[in-house]
C-alpha cells in the first residue's frame, strides 16, 4: 500500500519524572517540558531538536508564565512558527493531537510538538516549609502566545454561587449515582472501587515513568487511615487524583514525508488512526443523568468507526482515572468490563495526575507499548477527558498506517439534542410541595482531620426539574456518611439549605 506523504505520525515520545528530595533539587515546569522534549528528540533518533510549525503548550496550574511556548523555546535553542497554549481541562493533550493530525493531513503543518508539565509537588513543599522558589517568569514584552482552541464556562453561574464546582465535590457524586443506578450496596460499591483501583495501583507498579510504583491491595485502598482519609465521601484520599507530582512529558508529531526528511527510522512511527472531541451538556446542572454519559458512548463509537476497528478487539485502553467513578462511566459508556485492564499507566492517582497533562504521558506510554512489537497490527484506545467527566477527546492509535489515513469528526450536533434538565433556583425548589425534594446524588466534604464537615446534594422535584441543596448541620453530614440517601425523600429551605 502506497503510504500518502501527509499520513500524520508520531515520532518521538519522551516523560520525565523530578522526584526532589529537597526544594534545592526542586525545578520549574518549563525545564521539566524542555526536558521531556529533548527526551522526544531522543527516543526519535534526532541529534538535535528540530524548528517546528508549531508548539503547543497544555496550560499549567503550578507556575505561571505569560507565554510558557516562548520559554521553552528559549530553553531549547529552537525557532516555531506558532506558539500555542490550550485551555484547562483534562481532555487537551489528546484534543491537540488530533488538531494537529489534522492540520499535518491538511497540509498546513509538517511538524509539530506538544508538551506540558507541572512541578506540583515542589510548588506545595515551598509552601509548606514558607520558602521562595527562585523560578523564572516570562520577561515583559514577550508576544502572548496564540490559544490552540477557545474554550466554555465549566460551571454555572447558580453552581459558582453554591461552591458546588471542585471534582473533589462532584465526583464522589457521580459514585453515588452510580451505585444506585445499579442498586448496589455500599459495601458491594465500595469493594468493587477499592478493587478496581488495586488493579491501577498493580499497572503503575510496572511502570517505569510513574510516580508511585507501590502497588496496593483492595484492603489498603479502603481502609480509612490518617495518610488515607476521607475527602469526599465515599473516597479515601488514594481514590482521588494525585496532583501532587513534578512531571512533564512531550510529543513530536510529523507528516510521513518529514519523518522520511529527518531520517527518522520507521520502527518510531505510531499512526493516529482517528480523533474525535465532543463535550456533555456543558454544566452539571443540566446533565440528565449523574450515572451517565452519552457523549463518551457517541463520541468512543465514533472514533472506533472511523478508524474501522471495534474497541472489543482493542487490548491497549486508557481511560481518563481521576476518580473511580469517571472508569465506571466511561467503561459502561463503552460497554467495557471493569475487570478487564482500562490503564497503560496506572492511573491518575499512581502513575501520576499533572492537572490538564495525565493525557500525554498516556499517549507516550501508549507508543512505546505499540513499538514493541510492530510486526502485526496492534491498536490502541484513548480517552481523555476534562471537567466534570465534561469534555471528551478520543484516539485510535496503531503500530501500521490506517487503512483510509487518519480521520476525524464529532458528533456533537446528536449530543446537543440529547433531553436535559432545567436547574430550579432555591425559591422555586422550596415552593415545590413544601421543599420536598428527591436525592438522586450526594456527598459529604471532609475536614483534613478526616470529619464530616458539608453535606452536598443533586436533588430532583417533582416536576423533575433539579436542585441543589447543601448544609454545614454537623447532624446532616455524619447522617449521609452512613446507609443510602440517593432516593430519599428531603427538605429544602429557601436558602437551599438541607434538612433529612
Given amino acids: 500500500m502506497s503510504l500518502d506523504p501527509r499520513t500524520p505520525v508520531l515520532v518521538g515520545q519522551g516523560q520525565i519524572l523530578n522526584r526532589a528530595t529537597n526544594l534545592a533539587d526542586a525545578r520549574e515546569p518549563a525545564l521539566l517540558i524542555a526536558d521531556a522534549i529533548r527526551s522526544a528528540t531522543t527516543d526519535a533518533g534526532l541529534s538535535t531538536v528540530p524548528d517546528v510549525d508549531a508548539l503547543n503548550i497544555v496550560r499549567m496550574l503550578s507556575w505561571r508564565y505569560t507565554n510558557p511556548a516562548h520559554t521553552v523555546a528559549a530553553l531549547l535553542g529552537i525557532n516555531a512558527r506558532m506558539l500555542g497554549i490550550t485551555p484547562h481541562g483534562g481532555n487537551m493533550p489528546q484534543l491537540v493531537v488530533n488538531k494537529l493530525a489534522h492540520e499535518i493531513q491538511n497540509g498546513e503543518l509538517d511538524i509539530a510538538i506538544v508538551a506540558g508539565g507541572e512541578s506540583s509537588y515542589s510548588r506545595s513543599r515551598a509552601h509548606r516549609e514558607n520558602a521562595t522558589l527562585n523560578w523564572t517568569a516570562e520577561t515583559q514584552g514577550t508576544p502572548a502566545p496564540l490559544q490552540v482552541i477557545d474554550d466554555a464556562a465549566m460551571s454555572s453561574p447558580e453552581e459558582i454561587a453554591r461552591k458546588i464546582f471542585l471534582p473533589v465535590q462532584i465526583y464522589p457524586m457521580f459514585e453515588t449515582a452510580i451505585r444506585a443506578s445499579v442498586n448496589r450496596s455500599i459495601d458491594d460499591q465500595e469493594k468493587l472501587i477499592s478493587e478496581l483501583w488495586s488493579r491501577f495501583s498493580a499497572v503503575a507498579a510496572t511502570n517505569p515513568n510513574a ?49 522520511m526528511q529527518l531520517g527518522i527510522a520507521k520502527d518510531r512511527w505510531v499512526f493516529l488512526a482517528s480523533g474525535t472531541d465532543c463535550h456533555e451538556h456543558y454544566y452539571i446542572s443540566n446533565r440528565f443523568s449523574f450515572a451517565d454519559t452519552p457523549a463518551v458512548r457517541l463520541g468512543g463509537a465514533m472514533a472506533c468507526e472511523l478508524a474501522g476497528v471495534s474497541l472489543s478487539d482493542i487490548s491497549l485502553v486508557d481511560l481518563y482515572s481521576c476518580f473511580p467513578s469517571a472508569v465506571q462511566l466511561g467503561a459502561k459508556s463503552l460497554n467495557l468490563s471493569l475487570d478487564q485492564q482500562l490503564t497503560i499507566t496506572g492511573g491518575l492517582s499512581f502513575a501520576g495526575g499533572p492537572w490538564n497533562n495525565y493525557v500525554m504521558h498516556a ?16 491498536n490502541g484506545f484513548i480517552w481523555a477527558n476534562g471537567g466534570y467527566a465534561t469534555k471528551h477527546s ?34 422555586q425548589a422550596a415552593s415545590d410541595v413544601a421543599g420536598q425534594a428527591t436525592i438522586e446524588a450526594y456527598t459529604v466534604m471532609h475536614n483534613r482531620d478526616g470529619e464530616p464537615e458539608t453535606a452536598i446534594a443533586a436533588v430532583l422535584l417533582k416536576d423533575s426539574r433539579r436542585a441543589w441543596a447543601t448544609s454545614l448541620d454537623l447532624q446532616v453530614a455524619t447522617a449521609l456518611c452512613t446507609d443510602e440517601w440517593v432516593g430519599r425523600k428531603v427538605t429544602l429551605t429557601t436558602d437551599g439549605i438541607l434538612q433529612i
Wanted: hydrophobic share 35%; with cysteine.
Fill in 211 to 259: 510516580w508511585s510504583q507501590t502497588a496496593l491491595s483492595a484492603d489498603q485502598i479502603r481502609t480509612v487511615t490518617p495518610k488515607n482519609r476521607l475527602i469526599g465521601s465515599p473516597y479515601r484520599k488514594v481514590m482521588n487524583s494525585n496532583n501532587q507530582v513534578d512531571m512533564a512529558a512531550a510529543l513530536i508529531i510529523c507528516s510521513v514525508e518529514k519523518a
Fill in 363 to 378: 499517549i507516550a506510554t501508549m507508543m512505546i507499548n505499540l513499538r514493541h512489537d510492530n510486526s502485526s497490527t496492534q
Fill in 394 to 427: 478520543f484516539g485510535v492509535y496503531s503500530s501500521t498506517p490506517p487503512a483510509n489515513g487518519f480521520r476525524s469528526g464529532s458528533p456533537q450536533s446528536t449530543i446537543d439534542a440529547l433531553e436535559q434538565r432545567e436547574l430550579a433556583s432555591t425559591d
